[in-house]
């Protein structure tokens, strides 16, 4: 097993590589850069916006007017050396290659740089946003597997009687409204929104939780999630619930259940020493993209309506902006993370069922 935990970890840097690279020249490709976008604001703000990079302008105060034509399209009237300023401010005075090579440089020490806008270090940005972010994807993925997991085990022993009916329409129902739309009306029923107010709207901390003794923050945190963690978790029970009561029913009729049964023992005895370690598999098998996805993309919308300042908001802003080094930071880690999880993943199998032994592949 060691030997195949090594050749998993050294593939991680290829396949890091890989992802990184395509990425990043495609998003270089793409129209509407950083450059593109201060260009924009500047036209939008006038002369102040240019003297701000120039230093000065013309004494009619006119803007100043281009001698060679600029590969951008929102810099007519600008002076070449405004542009030049821009291109020096942003790092996109060198060639393409040669940030390329730097980026790679950079990211093998986790050296991200600075924000394009934000005049803040993309690790700093990261740090302030990852508990956002962790909270609401642990504490969601925690309850969804804790529900999903014994809620599938029983519909699948109580397959086709009322309880399994009613249990599936309610998960049925909770998958087809959406997360940003269960939120909006907790809002309105718990927030204060029209009925009551019972639950904080904004943050994961109240304004005075610096005064707030250790028991009280922790009281104080849990209260904040509520809402947020409620409504990204009221739609993930239904697929990985159908999953798992798919699993064990495709088990529990099986030749060696039969036998076990034979055999005298009970029920309980089957599920938990015979049946679990099997159906658990394909269960095990999808955490990480779960995982990640409800770290990550899952909860955009979430923290846009609970003002939430998390990662995925982070992502989509710099998107927006063309923040690069935010983006391909973001972009790195996630990566990083996904395929450390999936590692993580193969390890569960051989501890839950010593018979697969990935050594031998």
Not at 282 to 310: D, R
Request: net charge neutral; glycine share 8%; proline share 4%.
């Amino acid at each position: 097993m060691t030997a195949y935990v090594i050749r998993r970890l050294l593939l991680i840097i290829p396949t890091l590589w890989a992802i990184i690279t395509i990425n990043f020249f495609i998003v270089h490709i793409a129209p509407g850069g950083p450059v593109d976008q201060a260009i924009a604001e500047m036209q939008g703000l006038g002369n102040e916006a240019i003297t701000r990079f120039s230093g000065s302008n013309d004494a009619g105060g006119q803007t100043f007017q281009s001698e060679k034509t600029s590969a951008y399209r929102g810099a007519q009237g600008l002076d070449p050396e405004v542009i030049a300023e821009i291109e020096k401010r942003f790092g996109f005075d060198k060639p393409l290659g040669s940030r390329y090579l730097d980026m790679l440089k950079n990211y093998l020490i986790f050296n991200f740089g600075d924000s394009l806008f934000r005049g803040q270090s993309v690790l700093g940005l990261l740090a302030e946003r990852i508990p956002v972010s962790v909270s609401l994807g642990l504490w969601s993925t925690l309850i969804i597997y804790l529900v999903s997991i014994p809620l599938g085990i029983r519909k699948a022993v109580k397959n086709g009687s009322r309880f399994d009916a009613w249990t599936s329409t309610l998960i049925i129902v909770g998958h087809a409204i959406p997360s940003f739309l269960f939120a909006v009306l907790m809002i309105v029923l718990f927030a204060g929104g029209s009925f009551l107010k019972i639950f904080p709207l904004r943050g994961l901390f109240s304004v005075d939780s610096a005064n707030l003794s250790l028991g009280m923050k922790i009281l104080d945190y849990f209260w904040h999630l509520v809402l947020p963690v409620t409504s990204i978790t009221i739609g993930g029970f239904a697929a990985l619930t159908m999953l798992t009561k798919n699993s064990f029913l495709a088990e529990i009729h099986k030749q060696y259940v039969l036998t076990a049964c034979a055999k005298g023992l009970t029920e309980k005895a089957i599920l938990i020493k015979h049946v679990f370690r099997n159906a658990m598999l394909i269960v095990v098998a999808g955490f990480p993209a779960a995982f990640i996805s409800m770290f990550f993309t899952g909860s955009l919308l979430i923290e846009v309506v609970f003002s939430l300042e998390g990662l995925g908001l982070l992502g989509y802003e710099a998107v927006m902006q063309r923040d690069y080094p935010v983006i391909f930071a973001t972009l790195y880690i996630f990566t990083l993370a996904g395929l450390v999880l999936n590692l993580v993943s193969d390890l569960i199998y051989t501890l839950i069922d010593p018979r697969i032994d990935f050594e031998t592949r």
